[in-house]
């Protein structure tokens, strides 16, 4: 198990290079002048430009600036916003919790009605229930979500007005942002109607979010319950007279989970891509709308620093993910 | 009755060709039929949009902006699925886009997979370090999330559909180089290869001739998977206006401008989304028919 470790990590620190070679990169191959772009409509100065391409070190060599940005990076140095000012670092983990908040909801939600979609239909096979359900999911895992997000918009914001269409909760309540978390906060926040505000912000994105996830899940247990179905042990089961639904959820289930697992695990990707159209829909103050704003401002930094932290934690998520995997079936490790 | 019992002669007279044996099983597929008809409009459209299009697609009928479809009420036939806030008919204009999807993706899958192939290949014959730097690239490419990549690539090299399609092309190869070197690593130890080296092929000739027509399956499912991947890709990106920009009517696009309208005319937002979805969904269907066609493990024998 140690060796298995040890040779996922020696591919982790080769690729965490790699991807703040190609962060750093982008900055310097971007269109526009970084420091006319700061400059802003009034223009700068030949002196004053000179001095600021001193004080960014743009002005040294390629490599020297690059390992300057890395060991910067190691320390958590992602430079500062050229809107805000601020360092990309904090104006990064203060915007990540609304992601996160909206990522688990949306997790949550693709995984509840995913797999037990997924196993009704496996043990439907070709009926009716089972390819109404594919056919859903198929339709799901299609789904353009910034329509999708549209149209539900339409329907539940505009025609029936029960969800407001954006933001995470009612200008009308104010209270401490305690853990970033905006239902746990609200929550103890003890206000009246305050963390059902929050959760009527939060139903439309976690939905447009899920969709995608949900379908990949429900696809995804099912065939690997069918696999398992096929499996003798379940044959051995059936003739002990084992009722189905205990062989269903229990010994068919477990052991169809393992790659379900690995689907949600790797799905992180999906779903802060999805949140970058998604939060941008509904004016969600994540990392993925951020990130979007900042792109059109051309505000380098962030972009950089985004981009960077962003990859490095799906590739923390897929490592963890391999990792569990290789505790759980011990046959990957010998790979 | 006469029929199958003909074929069935037939067939044991002569092994069928690859082609009807793959028509065979795909045929077998209800929704991948559905979804190849479907793809057959959507191309049909794609080359012939313009002349079919009741209208011109840049259009402005300033009489009639934001016309509702024609069973509504003040909907008209002449704009059988409404106007847009500009007055530019609606159906003239998502069929004309039709074309920009098509293209999209054919242009992205070729690019791509070409790319992908190459790279794959030689991947898989090369020696250890080479194929390991090349892997850690494909790694470094893959920890992006690809919407995010290719956002930031059009921003480096300025919004339009050109530049959105070559940054999806970018983004989607990983997937064709790691599905080529998997394939062509597991050709390599069969023992067709070794004979064909040992008659005395060069590495070029067993790359391309011997190995590569027998990894080609799950490439072409790929391809068909990722036609769709870069048509809703290329949707997002015009939708974040980082794609084609107004006026032309790419579907994404479509929907960005509709986007403030939402609420007081549904069609302008309803329709280009639903084309996608079609389009998309006639894709991944077909696809999925590919893959139970073209995989023999699936296959019933």
């Known amino acids: 198990m140690l060796k298995y470790v040890l040779s996922r990590l020696a591919t982790f620190i080769p690729t965490f290079i790699g991807v703040t070679l190609i962060s750093f990169a982008f900055i310097r191959v971007l269109p526009g002048d970084p420091i006319v772009v700061m400059a802003g409509e009034r223009g700068i100065t030949e002196e004053r430009y000179a001095q600021l391409q001193q004080q960014f070190g743009f002005d040294r060599p390629i490599y020297v600036q690059f390992w300057d940005y890395f060991t910067g990076v190691l320390q958590g140095d992602l430079g500062n916003s050229f809107v805000t000012k601020k360092p990309v670092w904090d104006e990064f983990f203060s915007l990540f919790p609304a992601t996160l908040e909206l990522s688990i909801c949306a997790m949550i939600f693709a995984v509840a009605l995913g797999l037990p979609a997924g196993v009704i239909a496996a043990v439907n096979r070709g009926k009716f229930f089972d390819r109404a359900l594919m056919s859903t999911a198929l339709v799901g895992y299609s789904m353009p979500i910034f329509w999708w997000a549209l149209l539900l918009i339409i329907v539940f914001s505009g025609n029936l007005g029960w969800t407001p269409v954006s933001g995470r909760i009612d200008l009308l309540y104010y209270f401490p942002n305690a853990t970033g978390f905006m239902l746990i906060d609200s929550l103890a926040s003890g206000q009246d109607g305050a963390f059902l505000s929050a959760l009527r912000h939060l139903l439309l994105p976690t939905i447009v979010l899920g969709t995608i996830p949900l379908a990949v899940i429900a696809r995804q247990t099912r065939s690997a319950m069918l696999e398992v179905l096929g499996e003798d042990y379940i044959r051995t089961a059936r003739a002990k007279g084992m009722s189905s639904g205990r062989i269903n959820g229990i010994h068919a289930l477990r052991n169809a989970l393992i790659p379900v697992i690995t689907v949600i695990g790797l799905s992180v990707g999906t779903l802060l891509a999805g949140a970058i159209l998604t939060e941008t829909i509904f004016s969600w103050p994540g990392i993925g709308k951020w990130m979007v704003d900042s792109i059109f401002r051309r505000d380098y930094p962030v972009v950089q620093g985004g981009l960077l932290l962003i990859a490095v934690m799906v590739m923390v998520v897929n490592l963890t993910v391999d990792m569990l995997y290789g505790i759980i079936n011990p046959k990957i490790r010998k790979r | 009755m006469d029929d199958a019992l003909s074929a069935e002669a037939e067939m044991v007279h002569d092994r069928p060709g690859r082609l009807r ?196 399956a799950p490439i072409i499912v790929q391809a068909a998977l990722s036609f769709s991947t870069a048509i809703l890709d290329a949707a997002a990106l015009g939708f974040l206006g980082m794609g084609a920009q107004p006026p032309t009517p790419e579907w994404g696009t479509m929907l960005a401008e509709a986007r403030e309208f939402i609420l007081r005319a549904w069609w302008v937002v309803t329709f280009p989304g639903l084309a996608i979805l079609v389009t998309v969904l006639a894709i991944n269907l077909m696809g999925d028919g590919l893959r139970d066609a073209l995989d023999p493990k699936l296959k019933r024998s």
């Open chain 2, 21 to 216: 044996e793959f028509w065979f099983y795909f045929r077998e597929n209800r929704g991948a039929v559905i979804g190849l008809w479907i793809f057959a409009v959507f191309a049909f459209l794609a080359i012939f949009g313009p002349w079919i299009a009741p209208h011109d697609a840049t259009q402005q009928f300033r009489a009639a902006t934001l016309q509702p479809p024609v069973w509504q009420e003040g909907g008209t036939w002449s704009h059988i699925l409404g106007t847009d806030p500009l007055g530019r008919d609606m159906l003239s204009r998502l069929i004309v886009g039709a074309r920009y999807s098509f293209f999209v993706g054919i242009v992205v899958v070729s690019i791509a997979a070409s790319g992908g192939i190459i790279v794959g290949l030689i991947s898989g014959f090369a020696p250890k370090w080479l194929d390991t730097i090349i892997m850690r690239i494909m790694d470094i490419i893959l920890a992006f999330p690809s919407l995010l990549l290719a956002l930031v690539l059009v921003a480096i090299l300025g919004p339009s559909l050109t530049n959105a399609m070559i940054a999806i092309a970018i983004v989607l190869q990983p997937h064709y180089v790691r599905l080529t070197r998997a394939s062509v690593i597991s050709e390599r130890q069969k023992d067709y290869v070794t004979s064909a080296r040992v008659v005395g092929a060069g590495t070029l000739r067993l790359m391309v001739v011997t190995v590569l027509p027998n990894c080609l």
